[in-house]
């Protein structure tokens, strides 16, 4: 129950290279996710945009190359960072 009210989860460097589907679907309030500098080729079908009141994401220095179909969801997304990736 505490792990669900996150707002801000940082799990930058940390050499990620793929997300599960539902990694982050307990997280009902998070509103920052900060993903940077890990090793991220694609988003697509992580789940993270399935999170309805996430605001802000940085995804910037990974090695994302694709982002098409990324914004179907409906959510609260205001920022997103994605520099430094293969775009």
Not at 18 to 23: A, N, V
Not at 29 to 38: A, C, Q, T, V
Not at 49 to 78: A, G, T, V, W, Y
């Amino acid at each position: 129950e505490s792990m669900s009210k996150i707002i801000t989860l940082s799990v930058r460097y940390n050499l990620i290279k793929y997300i599960e589907p539902d990694s982050f679907s307990f997280l009902k309030e998070l509103r920052e996710l900060l993903l940077s500098n890990n090793k991220l080729k694609s988003i697509q079908h992580c789940g993270i945009f399935n999170l309805r009141r996430i605001r802000f994401f940085d995804l910037s220095c990974n090695q994302i190359s694709d982002i098409k179909n990324i914004f179907l969801n409906k959510n609260e997304i205001r920022f997103i960072n994605l520099s430094h990736n293969s775009i």
